[in-house]
T-cell receptor
Framework: GDSVTQMEGPVTLSEEAFLTINCTYT??????LFWYVQYPGEGLQLLLK?????DKGSNKGFEATYRKETTSFHLEKGSVQVSDSAVYFC???????????????FGKGTKLSVKP | EAQVTQNPRYLITVTGKKLTVTCSQN?????MSWYRQDPGLGLRQIYY???????DKGDVPEGYKVSRKEKRNFPLILESPSPNQTSLYFC????????????FGSGTRLTVV
């Protein structure tokens, strides 16, 4: 079945460092891909998404490019801030015609801590 | 404000005592879903609903019930909770289904003793 694998954390960085969180997926067809962020004590918020190959999702300085050839959707940010400390989840959803249109499949999450 | 509202935020209960976690959305979304989040396992879908009176099982439906009598509400029912249902639960809604992304509630932390 469909699955998402993301790098295990925790990841600890200094402020202004470059961030990469790796995410790869297994799916049939062309899934939609997402990054969600969960701040301490809160629910998940959609950070960015991409719906087809070579699409780049971006938001709040974060970017991720849908790479069909490597089945990857790595999250990057050029200069992290303390306020970016959170848990980041990569997720996919199968296309509507493939069924399962109600389900997002999540990776296990990567905890990011940014130190001043 | 567009949002998904869950209640309660925290709940401690005893094994076997029926409970309901409520979920309501004010965005007129068609799709609603329940997830549980456990350490090291990420989020797993329990049930989802595509519209009023239409529900389907997710990946971990055992021990849970849902109903969708109104478009805005999607309660999660645990008829006989057990300690292995101790978890953080999230309700979510989507206008057109998961490929378009979900909006999540703030979560309900349930402890079953």
């Amino acid at each position: 079945g469909d699955s998402v694998t993301q790098m295990e954390g925790p990841v600890t960085l200094s402020e202004e460092a470059f961030l990469t969180i790796n995410c790869t997926y297994t799916a049939t067809g062309y899934p939609s891909l997402f990054w969600y962020v969960q701040y301490p004590g809160e629910g998940l918020q959609l950070l960015l998404k991409a719906t087809k190959a070579d699409d780049k999702g971006s938001n709040k300085g974060f970017e991720a490019t849908y790479r069909k050839e490597t089945t990857s959707f790595h999250l990057e940010k050029g200069s992290v801030q303390v306020s970016d400390s959170a848990v980041y989840f990569c997720a996919l959803s199968s296309p509507l015609w493939g069924g399962s249109q109600g389900n997002l499949i999540f990776g296990k999450g990567t905890k990011l801590s940014v130190k001043p | 404000e567009a949002q998904v509202t869950q209640n309660p935020r925290y709940l401690i209960t005893v094994t076997g005592k029926k409970l309901t976690v409520t979920c309501s959305q004010n965005m007129n979304h068609e799709y609603m879903s329940w997830y549980r989040q456990d350490p090291g396992l990420g989020l797993r879908q329990i049930y989802y609903s595509m519209n009023v009176e239409v529900t389907d099982k997710g990946d971990v439906p055992e021990g849970y019930k849902v109903s969708r009598k109104e478009k805005r509400n999607f309660p999660l029912i645990l008829e006989s909770p057990s300690p292995n249902q101790t978890s953080l639960y999230f309700c979510a809604s989507s206008e057109q289904g998961a490929p378009y992304g979900y909006t999540f509630g703030s979560g309900t932390r349930l402890t079953v003793v």
